[in-house]
C-alpha cells in the first residue's frame, strides 16, 4: 500500500517595523524554510501567521495590533490554525498582549528570536496561548544566513544591538536593552556572505551606528570596522545609517570623505534644534554644535546628501522652539526630512511631562514644517537637472500585452547615492536596458515630486 504524503505546514509572514527589524525578519524566514516548512504566498490562509511586529511609538503599535487583528479574524474563519506574534511588540509589552489581542497562540521576545521553528511546533501541539518572554539578550545575535525579503543586490548590515541613550521621550532602551557592540570579526563574515550573494549595496544600520565599539572601550572603531569592509568584493556602495551628530568626529568624517566606496551620505537623527527643547529631550547637542557640524561636513564633502529626523510638539515646545527648529531646517537644507508628532509613550519621562503640547498644535507645527521642507527637496532636485549620477537599478519592468506589441520600452526605478533604499525618493528611469543591481551611469532630465527623472546614458 502506497504511504499517504503528508501534507507541509505552510507558514505566512508579515515583516513590519524598520530594517532593524527586518534582519530579525530575514533570519527567522531562514529558519523557517530550513525546517522544511512552506512559506506561504498569501498568509490570510497559511496555517501558522508570524507577525514580526514594532512597537516604537503609538502608530506603530497601531499598525501591528492591525496586523495582529486581521490575522486572528482569518483564524476564526477557519482559514488560520495559528497566530505567532514576534519583534518589538512582543517584548515591551509580554504576556499582557494576550489581552490586547484575544486569539493569539504564542507571543514571542527578542530572545526567542532564533528559536522561532520550535515556537511554531510547540503551538501547533498547544491547546493554551504560549509565551516566549525574558529579558533583552545579553548579546549581540548573528545575523548570518538569512532569506532576504528586498532586492537582491541591497542589504542591511546590523553592527550593534539596543540603545543607551536615555532619551527622554524614547522607548528602544526599555525594548531592546542596552548599547551591544557586534564583534567586528562576525561584522565582516555577515558582510562577506551577503556580498557573496550578489550584494553591492550594504546599509550600516544599528540604533546608533557611532556608538560602535564604545561599550568595548575602543576608540575609533566605526571608522575602522568601514576601513575594513571596504575591501570586500564586489561591494560598490555602503551606507551609514543612524549616525548620532555628537558620534561623527573628525576621525569618521576623513574615513568617509577619502572612501572609493562610502557614499557621502548620512542620516543624522537630531530630534530638534533648540537648546531647551533638546535639554528636555535629554539629548547632548546644541543648536551651535548642531550647525557647526552641518558646516564641517560640507566642508569636507561639498556633494554630502543627509537626511535628519525630528520631533515636533514635544512636551513644553514653544512657538519660539519650533521657529528655531523651523530656522534651523531651512538654513541646512536637508535633502529629506522625515518628521513625527511627538506621541506619549508609557514609561518615558517625557509621557509623565506636564506641558503636553494639544494635539491641533503639534498638526500644523507638522504640516508648516513638511511644506517647508518640500520647498527645500524640490529646489535640491531641480539643481541636479542637466548633471551626470551613477545609479543603482532597483527594478526595470518589461512591458506586456499590447504596451509590448507598440514597441514600449521598459521602465525603471533606482538610486543615486544619495537616496537610501526604503526610505527615500528614487530615480525614475523611462527607458531602462539594465538589469537591477547594474550601476549605469545617467542625465537628470527632471523631476517628477520628490523623484528624478533620469535618462539612461
Given at each position: 500500500m502506497t504511504k499517504k504524503r503528508q501534507k507541509q505546514t505552510t507558514v505566512g509572514f508579515i515583516a513590519l517595523g524598520c530594517p532593524k527589524n527586518m534582519v530579525d525578519s530575514e533570519r527567522m524566514l531562514a529558519e523557517i524554510v530550513q525546517a522544511g516548512f512552506l512559506l506561504a504566498a498569501e498568509p490570510e490562509r497559511a496555517?501558522?501567521?508570524?507577525?514580526?511586529?514594532?512597537?516604537?511609538?503609538?502608530?506603530?503599535?497601531?499598525?501591528s495590533l492591525d496586523a495582529v487583528d486581521q490575522a486572528i479574524e482569518n483564524k476564526k474563519r477557519g482559514n488560520v490554525k495559528k497566530v505567532i506574534v514576534t519583534g518589538c511588540l512582543s517584548q515591551r509589552l509580554g504576556a499582557p498582549l494576550l489581552?490586547?489581542?484575544?486569539?493569539?497562540?504564542?507571543?514571542?521576545?527578542?530572545?526567542?528570536r532564533d528559536s522561532i521553528v520550535r515556537v511554531i511546533q510547540d503551538a501547533l501541539v498547544s491547546d493554551k496561548p504560549l509565551v516566549f518572554h525574558g529579558p533583552t539578550p545579553e548579546t549581540v545575535a548573528d545575523d548570518r544566513v538569512r532569506l532576504r525579503i528586498g532586492p537582491a543586490?541591497?542589504?542591511?548590515?546590523?553592527?550593534?544591538?539596543g540603545c543607551s541613550h536615555r532619551c527622554s521621550f524614547c522607548t528602544i532602551p526599555a525594548i531592546r536593552g542596552p548599547f551591544r557592540s557586534k564583534p567586528a570579526e562576525l561584522v565582516l563574515d555577515e558582510a562577506r556572505e551577503l556580498a557573496a550573494s550578489g550584494v553591492v549595496e550594504l546599509n550600516v544600520i544599528g540604533q546608533d551606528t557611532t556608538m560602535y565599539g564604545r561599550d568595548l572601550q575602543l576608540k575609533g572603531a566605526l571608522a575602522s570596522l568601514l576601513r575594513q569592509i571596504e575591501p570586500i568584493a564586489g561591494l560598490s556602495w555602503i551606507r551609514l545609517m543612524y549616525a548620532y551628530p555628537t558620534g561623527i568626529d573628525e576621525d569618521l568624517i576623513k574615513t568617509i570623505a577619502e572612501s572609493g566606496k562610502i557614499v557621502h551620505y548620512l542620516d543624522i537623527p537630531i530630534q530638534h534644534a533648540s537648546d531647551r527643547v533638546l535639554k528636555a529631550m535629554r539629548r547632548p547637542d546644541t543648536n551651535a554644535a548642531l550647525r557647526g557640524l552641518v558646516e564641517k561636513l560640507r566642508a569636507a564633502m561639498s556633494d554630502i546628501v543627509w537626511r535628519t529626523t525630528v520631533i515636533v510638539g514635544f512636551p513644553g515646545e514653544t512657538q519660539a522652539d519650533f521657529e528655531e527648529l523651523l530656522g534651523f531646517i531651512q538654513w541646512a537644507r536637508f535633502d529629506a526630512l522625515g518628521a513625527f508628532?511627538?506621541?506619549p509613550e508609557a514609561g518615558t519621562p517625557a509621557a509623565e511631562m506636564s506641558d503636553q503640547i494639544p494635539d491641533e498644535v503639534k498638526q500644523a507645527r507638522f504640516d508648516q514644517l513638511m511644506l517647508a521642507q518640500q520647498e527645500i527637496a524640490f529646489a535640491r532636485n531641480k539643481d541636479r537637472v542637466g548633471s551626470t549620477l551613477a545609479c543603482l537599478v532597483d527594478s526595470c519592468d518589461s512591458p506586456s500585452g499590447r504596451a509590448a506589441k507598440r514597441g514600449a520600452k521598459s521602465t525603471g526605478r533606482g538610486r543615486f547615492y544619495g537616496q537610501a533604499p526604503d526610505i527615500d525618493s528614487a530615480c525614475l528611469?523611462?527607458?531602462?536596458?539594465?538589469?537591477?543591481g547594474q550601476l549605469i551611469q545617467a542625465r537628470v532630465v527632471g523631476t517628477q515630486d520628490y523623484d528624478l527623472l533620469v535618462e539612461q546614458l
Open positions: 496555517d501558522v501567521v508570524v507577525i514580526n511586529t514594532c512597537g516604537f511609538i503609538e502608530p506603530a503599535k497601531l499598525e489581552d490586547e489581542a484575544e486569539g493569539i497562540d504564542a507571543v514571542v521576545g527578542l530572545e526567542h543586490h541591497s542589504a542591511y548590515l546590523r553592527i550593534s544591538e508628532t511627538y506621541f528611469i523611462p527607458r531602462c536596458s539594465a538589469q537591477p
